[in-house]
């Protein structure tokens, strides 16, 4: 299954062969040893370190519930009548068929699949940078790309990548998505990321977007044995990003959906103020019930994180 779609989940895997995902991931350890692929957080991928990225076929088929859950909190952060940037991605991609229902909303973008998604929109306004295409997540780069953001100016970023780390924020495999992703941050107050819990620890070649410049992550919720991006998150949260749970989507494939009277929710400590990239303090994490009250995050459903 790996060969044949550079990568594939552990949940898909347990559904295919009828067992549990514990004998799948000790089977994918095992095969790992051999060389054969390499693990990633909730799945395994064919060989390739820090250098390696699958295309957009393969990415489509890795935590699709989850990423529908991410996308459908994220569409909560926008409000009528924004400017936005949103960038590559599977994530993103999810993102934009939400945003469609935005009135007023301009939207650029150098993603061939985000303005697809959006073509049909009467409401929005989309704006596609220049650049030289790159096939494998049909995106544009290069310096046409580059060139075309100078001098733009929005409210937020909406970014995912190949991996989210603490230590060193966001980052990618591919140098050309790596630089028109930095020149869409700098057009941006500020910089959501978009990214499901199989990203978080892991670390790939370019860095993106540092962790002092991400105002707010948007995640799901680790599984219980997934110490590692349970750490990241508590992490992330200390350094001053503000962190979003989503939890399950009932209706997306393969999502089984919260139990009855369960909050799709995560309690973290609160962490402290800091400087964003323009000089200002950053947001504080806020409640539901007090984004409630905020234009452009009505009806999200978020962390309410505390301190312990």
Known sequence: MVRANGAVSLRELAR?????????????????????LDRRHGGAVLPGGFTRESGF????????AEKTAIADLAAGLVGEGEAIVVG???????????????????VVTNSLLVAQALAHANRVEVVMTGGTLRGSNYALVGSG???????LRVSRAFLSGSGLTAERGLSTSNM????????LV???????????????????????VPTELITRLVTDEPPLHDERAAAELQSL?????????????????????????????????????????????????????????????RGARVADLRRR
């Open 16 to 36: 295919v062969v009828q067992t549990s995902e514990v004998t799948v991931r000790r089977d994918v350890r095992a095969l790992e040893a051999e060389g054969l």
């Open 237 to 297: 949260a200390d350094q001053g990003v503000e962190v979003t749970v989503a939890g399950p989507d009932a209706d997306a494939p393969g999502g089984d959906g919260p139990p009855p009277g369960s909050r799709p929710r995560r309690d973290m400590p609160l962490p402290g103020q800091r400087r964003t990239q323009n000089g200002g303090l950053g947001p504080q994490l806020r409640s539901a019930s007090a984004l409630a009250d905020v234009p452009g995050e």
């Open 145 to 151: 790309a580059e060139q075309s953001l100078q001098g």
């Open 88 to 106: 590559a991605g599977t994530t993103t991609q999810e993102l934009a068929r939400r945003l469609a229902r935005v009135p007023g909303l301009t």
């Open 176 to 183: 050309l998505s790596a630089s028109v992703d930095r020149a």
């Open 57 to 64: 076929p393969q990415k489509s088929h890795l935590s699709t």
């Open 186 to 208: 700098h057009a941006a107050a500020e910089v959501v990321v978009l990214a499901d819990h199989t990203k978080l620890g892991s670390d790939t070649m370019f860095q993106t």
